[in-house]
């Protein structure tokens, strides 16, 4: 029995064992993983943040290094590491919740490596749970090689040949950028690329955001609403450079195919070698079996992470509250309000998070 079990150490679970403790609240986190930070770790080898240290850090430790420098996802991988090292995180690694449901009025929660009962619940598992594929990408035909972009690591994973990256993302734009050094490559595109540059006047773009009042914009104020419909840009120009000099190829949605290969919105088509698909990731809660928990689509239905299902929270969610509440700039501050809610809310051991 626990006041309150987490599930997920990433990131967003991190920051939320990271108050708990503060708060001397009995919890533990649940991690499938086989360490803190491995998400990370096993991402495409050239990652390197948008976000400078100075707003890649989770509360209570600092990221070493130039603070307006831009860390590799190798250096992320390592802090997050020696942050559950350095506060004795609670956290029980190569569990797989399988399945959560209450019971008399307790949260029930089956795992790989057996049974937990708690007060209290905070999902953290974020938003890059499932990867999406659009649904034509079942018929590749079997002499291309295709994979999605959290599998992908680096050009040798491909055969020789042209290189499509399906998604115009941060994530696609950076794969397209390193494919283009070495081959033919097309990046297909929902809508034309807007980029941002990642430093102004010597101070990052997010030092100027956070000093503007936008990276903290409410999800619920008219600044944050307009943030949302527009998307994210991409952040740094070395996509425009390398569409303006021709190693990147844009081409409008990918939409099926046909006889010359890869159909694309406009009509055309493409005769590739290989894909890479940047398209992003659904959230998957197929193991959450709560009465009013979820929508009938299968999402949480919450209101600042706090679920109508009296103590489930969650953590790490997009415009959770904020425009920065799934990045590590900001997930810190929502889990500190999440703490705060379950101790006000009924928990009479724990005191309010400073």
């Not at 008219?222 to 527009?230: E, K, N, T, V």
Request: hydrophobic share 40%; aromatic share 10%; net charge positive.
């Amino acid at each position: 029995m626990w006041q309150v079990l987490i599930i997920g150490a990433g990131q967003a679970g991190l920051a939320a064992a990271y108050w708990l403790k503060r708060a001397g609240v009995r919890f533990l986190a649940l991690e499938r993983g086989s360490g803190a930070g491995e998400a990370w770790a096993s991402r495409y080898e050239s990652l390197r943040l948008f976000t400078p240290r100075t707003h890649s850090a989770l509360p209570g430790l600092k990221l070493e290094g130039e603070p307006a420098g831009f860390p590799s996802k190798g250096e992320m991988s390592l802090y997050l590491k020696k942050y559950a090292e350095l506060f004795e995180l609670p956290i029980q690694y190569e569990t797989k919740v399988t399945s959560v449901r209450q019971e008399n009025g307790l949260f029930a929660v089956s795992t790989s490596r057996g049974y937990f009962r708690a007060e209290q619940l905070i999902i953290a598992t974020g938003p890059f749970q499932k990867p999406r594929l659009p649904a034509f990408s079942g018929a590749v035909p079997d002499d291309i090689v295709h994979l999605h972009s959290s599998l992908y690591k680096h050009p040798s994973q491909l055969q020789d040949g042209n290189v499509l990256v399906v998604g115009g993302g941060n994530s696609g734009a950076q794969i397209a950028v390193e494919l283009s050094n070495g081959r033919e490559t097309f990046l297909a595109v929902s809508r034309p690329p807007r980029y941002l540059p990642m430093t102004v006047a010597g101070e990052a773009i997010f030092w100027w955001l956070d000093r503007l009042g936008l990276l903290r914009a409410d999800s619920s104020s008219w600044i944050g609403r307009r943030l949302r419909r527009a998307g994210d840009p991409i952040f740094g120009y070395e996509l425009k450079q390398a569409v303006r000099c021709g190693k990147v190829i844009l081409k409008r949605s990918a939409v099926g195919f046909g006889s010359g290969g890869v159909r694309f919105e406009d009509g055309s088509e493409l005769d590739v070698r290989n894909i890479v698909w940047a398209t992003g990731f659904d959230s998957g809660y197929e193991w959450l079996h709560v009465k009013e928990a979820l929508d009938h689509h299968g999402r949480v239905l919450h209101n600042r992470g706090m679920s109508p299902v009296k103590g489930l929270y969650y953590v790490g969610l997009p415009w959770q509250t904020h425009r920065g509440s799934a990045l590590l700039a900001g997930v810190g501050r929502d889990a500190r309000e999440i703490v705060n809610a379950i101790i006000e809310r009924g928990d009479k051991h724990g005191k309010r998070a400073p």
